[in-house]
T-cell receptor, first 113, second 112 residues
């Protein structure tokens, strides 16, 4: 069945270091992927997305990498800041799942001062 | 723009009561969604709508109903509340399928 999972439930990094959050997906038909950031008591906030015809996309301090061969997605955050502490979710969507975004269970990022 | 607005922010219900969770968006998005998020988990889709007058079931629709009479509003109705419906409910909207979904800040619902 469809599933999106994460390798690390909690990631602790030093302020200023780069962070890498990983995500595995199982539906080879997925063609759209999103990373969300969720702070305590708030709704998910869109960070960056990528379509399956790309393997890399960059935003402000963030980069998403897509490896369709091994069905792996990663979010890289450069120069991690205390404000980056949150739970990060990857989500996937495919034409055969209609409009359903399949979410992973999340990775908590803790930034040490 | 306010984005996606959800009301109320918190609510406690007794078993068997009913209520409507409100969701409104001002981005003129056609697509709207309702999710629930249980502690430490990702989001699961309850219902979605691709436009006014059109709704469809998601992964976990049992115990819920929706309507979409306008582009802006997408209320979620709980009939006969049960403890298993204790959760945080998020409404989202998007311009299209391969466009980011924008979320409200959620309604925290407890059924006692």
């Amino acid at each position: 069945g469809e599933s999106v999972g994460l390798h690390l439930p909690t990631l602790s990094v030093q302020e200023g270091d780069n962070s890498i959050i990983n995500c595995a997906y199982s539906n080879s038909a997925s063609d759209y992927f999103i990373w969300y950031k969720q702070e305590s008591g708030k709704g998910p906030q869109f960070i960056i997305d990528i379509r399956s015809n790309m393997d890399k996309r960059q935003g402000q301090r963030v980069t998403v990498l897509l490896n369709k061969t091994v069905k792996h997605l990663s979010l890289q955050i450069a120069a991690t800041q205390p404000g980056d502490s949150a739970v990060y979710f990857c989500a996937e969507n495919s034409m055969d799942s209609s409009y359903k975004l399949i979410f992973g269970s999340g990775t908590r990022l803790l930034v040490r001062p | 723009n306010a984005g996606v607005t959800q009301t109320p922010k918190f609510r406690i219900l007794k078993i068997g009561q009913s209520m409507t969770l409100q969701c409104a968006q001002d981005m003129n998005h056609n697509y709207m969604y309702w999710y629930r998020q249980d502690p430490g988990m990702g989001l699961k889709l309850i219902y979605y709508s691709v436009g006014a007058g059109i709704t469809d079931k998601g992964e976990v629709p049992n115990g819920y109903n929706v309507s979409r009479s306008t582009t802006e509003d997408f209320p979620l109705r709980l009939e006969l509340a049960a403890p298993s419906q204790t959760s945080v409910y998020f409404c989202a909207s998007s311009y299209g399928r391969v466009q980011p979904q924008h979320f409200g800040d959620g309604t925290r619902l407890s059924i006692l």
